[in-house]
């Protein structure tokens, strides 16, 4: 079961928003909706007294449509490297806002494996109007290391 879908913040007022999104500070102005891990809940409630906002958040619904196959190499870390490999989920939300949900398990190199997960980028379109997206992470901590990895969706195909 993946974990919470990333939300959409539909925020009431105007102000400049810090958090760490991907371990790397991120300043979003919250005056459009846009894409939030919820693993910045507590940076996003950290603001100055007396400044407040009334904020929805709406859980994307799962839906039907079209998944993405990805494969890429991870960074070479205790004189190996694996493949991150796969299929994402469903997209969440809908048009250029939605989502994919991935995880797997690397290749099989120097005896062991690692597992992986994350939440792609939102669709970047393509001339011919499919599309793919960017995705990044690092694996788990497994035979005293782990890996990191960035890489691209293949163009999406109905399920």
């Known amino acids: ?13 105007r102000c400049v928003h810090f958090c760490i999104f991907g371990r790397k500070p991120v300043s979003k102005r919250l005056d459009s909706a846009f894409i939030k891990d919820k ?25 039907p449509g079209h998944i993405h196959d990805y494969d890429t190499p991870t960074t070479i870390n205790d004189r190996h490297r694996h493949q991150v490999r796969g299929r994402t989920s469903p997209p969440q939300g809908f048009g250029d806002q939605h989502v994919h949900y991935y995880e797997g398990t690397t290749t099989f190199n120097d005896g062991h494996v690692h597992r992986f997960s994350g939440w792609t980028g939102r669709p970047i379109p393509l001339p011919d109007g499919s599309h793919y997206h960017e995705f990044a992470g690092e694996t788990t901590f497994d035979d005293g290391h782990l890996h990191y990895y960035r890489g691209f969706t293949g163009e999406a195909f109905m399920l």
């Open 1 to 13: 079961m993946p974990p919470a879908a990333p939300a959409v913040i539909v925020p009431s007022k």
């Open 39 to 63: 693993r910045c809940a507590k940076e996003r409630f950290r603001m100055k007294a007396g400044h407040s906002h009334s904020l929805s958040f709406v859980r994307f619904a799962d839906i």
